[in-house]
Nanobody, 121 residues
Framework: QVQLVESGGGLVQAGGSLRLSCTAS????????MGWYRQVPGEQRERVAV???????NYADFVKGRFTISRDNAKNTVYLQMNSLKPEDTAVYYC???????????????WGQGTQVTVSS
């Protein structure tokens, strides 16, 4: 069983920045992919960014050029640097991790509890 704990969410004004962190613990071997999804109330979760253990990345079009995903394999930690935040970025951001990169792109993996990001205009 893998436990994922997110941190770094909060309230920020439009144009501001936040950095989210997620650390995996407990049977965290073979986590070949880690990433971030987000969800607005009443809507389905959408993929934000995914990164493999080798550093390959996948970004949603709506965050490309603004968000950067990175990971520290030794610490089993993934980060999401969010710049130029917009009100439409307001959502609960969830950390996800799994052994299959392709599967993670489809939301298959272990999930954290989420951290709220609110962007005011």
């Amino acid at each position: 069983q893998v436990q994922l704990v997110e941190s770094g969410g909060g309230l920020v004004q439009a144009g501001g920045s936040l950095r989210l962190s997620c650390t995996a613990s407990g049977s965290s071997f073979s986590l070949n992919a880690m990433g971030w999804y987000r969800q607005v109330p009443g809507e389905q979760r959408e993929r934000v960014a995914v990164i493999s253990s080798l550093g390959n990345t996948n970004y949603a079009d709506f965050v490309k050029g603004r968000f950067t995903i990175s990971r520290d394999n030794a610490k089993n930690t993934v980060y999401l640097q969010m710049n130029s935040l917009k009100p439409e970025d307001t959502a609960v951001y969830y950390c996800v991790a799994g052994r299959n990169y392709g599967g993670l792109l489809n939301g298959v993996g272990s999930w954290g509890q989420g951290t709220q990001v609110t962007v005011s205009s």
